[in-house]
């Protein structure tokens, strides 16, 4: 499929040719291990052991490149496998990484308890400011990892002006997407060399699914990765690439419905008496609005605030809401409701990506928005 068709027609239609068998619209659930072979060596459209490639995982896999403008998407079991294969590949012992100050805590470990054990060195800077990322540059970086928006406290990071600091020190720009979705964002035509995603999130949509994956703006980059995909075989199952491959065709008007409700959301917080801290970059008073505004087509589903209390305040508030489920996770269509501090941040607790305590993280659904403005003035009593 052409790259120049709209996002909406890529999401639905990219590697989603009919079946040219029955003429089936979606494609199938190809829930095989292993395929006939025409003699030795002579394999049918290049299949030949599902570890290796699945028809059901590339057609998402070539769903994922086009809506991310890239030359490769590859699909994984999990983001932290899609991150763990990306790191094999481009790192070695005594390669140095940049990694934000504000980053997912699951990243956080994968870095300072299996990678660091490897070999590999990191700084953690502020991405926010260029500067901050380029004075942590050091002649053996190799990469600068970048979350935009944040996870949690929603910070924003200039991923073009990022990007020449790493074409300058000769490092990968690798930009995590996942609060934001190729919808929002396209960080590949800002200059980043790979997209991150957990596709557990907003890509799947729906809360059912987990998976990973990597898009590279690089044909030969993407060959790389696949090798070692393939190699260390953390792959998406047929079955859960069809769930991410269904959850996409509908990301653009989830989204939409997504960023209203969370600046609606965002904007009673800001006049609650109880909160002290209002983090979504969809306010004019966000150090990041400019930014963001900039390099997003709106400002997402994810919002963060700080209440009067501390801990047990936040922790309460998280208590007492109703229709925003407590759990972990983020990006489906119901709202949930999570404490950072002990929740999805507490294996980054006592390091320098500390989140604090009174932090209260919301990932707003696309119910109506005025029952979850309801059920959040309640729970903050």
Not at 26 to 49: A, C, F, H, M, N
Not at 67 to 83: D, I
Not at 166 to 172: L, N, Y
Not at 266 to 292: D, F, M, N, S
Request: negative net charge.
């Amino acid at each position: 499929m052409s790259d120049q068709h709209s996002f909406e027609t890529l999401a639905i239609h990219a590697g989603n040719a009919a079946d040219p068998l029955t003429g089936a619209v979606v494609p199938p659930i190809y829930q095989v291990s292993t395929y006939k072979q025409d003699g030795v060596g002579g394999l049918r459209g290049g299949y030949e052991y599902s570890r290796s490639a699945n028809p059901t995982r590339t057609a998402l896999e070539e769903n994922l490149a086009a809506v991310e403008g890239g030359r490769r998407g590859l699909a994984f079991a999990s983001g932290l496998a899609a991150e763990d294969c990306l790191l094999r590949t481009l790192l070695y012992p005594g390669a140095h990484v940049v990694i934000p100050n504000d980053a997912y805590g699951g990243t956080f470990r994968l870095f300072a308890k299996v990678v660091q054990r490897w070999g590999v060195d990191f700084s953690v800077a502020d991405t926010s400011d260029p500067a901050a990322v380029r004075a942590a540059v050091n002649d053996r970086t190799k990469v600068i990892w970048v979350e935009t928006p944040s996870n949690p406290l929603l910070g924003i990071t200039d991923i073009a002006a990022v990007a020449d600091v790493a074409r300058t020190a000769g490092a990968r720009l690798v930009v995590d997407n996942t609060f934001a979705s190729p919808y929002l964002q396209q960080p590949i035509a800002l200059g980043a060399d790979v997209v991150v995603h957990s596709l557990t999130k907003y890509m799947g949509g729906h809360s059912d699914v987990v998976g990973g994956a990597l898009i590279a703006a690089d044909a030969g980059l993407g060959e790389e990765l696949a090798y070692h995909q393939n190699a260390m075989g953390a792959v998406a199952g047929p079955f859960d690439s069809w769930l991410v491959l269904r959850g996409i065709k509908t990301l653009p008007v989830r989204m939409d419905r997504h960023s209203e409700n969370a600046a609606k959301v965002a904007e009673l917080l800001t006049r609650h008496p109880k909160v002290t801290q209002v983090l979504y970059p969809g306010l004019p008073e966000h150090p990041g609005h400019e930014i963001a505004a900039k390099q997003m087509k709106a400002f997402g589903g994810m919002v963060s605030f700080r209440v009067e209390g501390g801990e047990e305040a936040a922790v309460e508030v998280c208590n007492r809401a109703k229709l925003f489920t407590l759990g972990e996770s983020l990006g489906g269509v119901e709202s949930l409701v999570e404490h950072p501090g002990r929740m999805t941040h507490a294996s980054v607790a006592g390091s320098a990506l500390e989140v604090p305590a009174d932090l209260v993280r919301l990932s707003v659904g696309i119910e109506s928005a005025d029952d979850l403005m309801a059920d959040l003035t309640q729970a903050l009593g």
